[in-house]
């Protein structure tokens, strides 16, 4: 194994408190079109796991498109998860950096390895994520996206 196998930054997290509204200002400000806000799927679909337990945590998303890098906002619900501690605990602004990677396990075990513990993960459509605690050494969170092929 030969570390992540990625140097492409692929998004950026924002946490934020009020979606419609900061959605809003990217579109005005970039003038871009606002994209849909949509919510993350329930536990059943999700399989979130946050510190190690099932969370019935959610969160509405949206997605700003700016070439290689994707500006992602999230405003999460209140139960526990690791966008609530974090907004919580240093408000709004950046919460992550995220790589599409291939072989999600293994990537987890080598950044676990190198003392970065997994803090929350979960499903989605097409794909699973694994939020990585980076930030004593890196100052930002990790996630690492897994994209199931489509053949």
């Known amino acids: 194994m030969s570390g992540l196998d990625t140097t492409c930054v692929t998004q950026i997290g924002i946490l934020v408190n009020d979606i419609e509204k900061v959605r809003q200002a990217y579109s005005e400000i970039f003038q871009i079109e606002e994209p849909e806000i949509i919510e993350t799927g329930p536990i059943e679909e999700a399989e979130t796991n946050y510190r190690g337990k099932p969370s019935e945590a959610r969160s509405k998303l949206c997605f700003f498109n700016f070439g290689q890098v994707q500006i992602e906002l999230i405003q999460p619900d209140q139960h526990p998860s690791t966008w609530r501690e974090y907004l919580d605990e240093h408000g709004e602004g950046v919460h992550h950096i995220a790589f599409v ?41 990790l996630e690492l996206l897994e994209n199931d092929e489509v053949s």
């Open 101 to 141: 990677i291939n072989g999600m396990k293994e990537k987890v075990m080598y950044l676990e390895g190198k003392g970065i513990p997994l803090v929350q993960e979960g499903e989605y459509d097409g794909g699973r994520y694994s939020y990585m605690d980076s930030t004593d050494n890196l100052k930002v969170l």
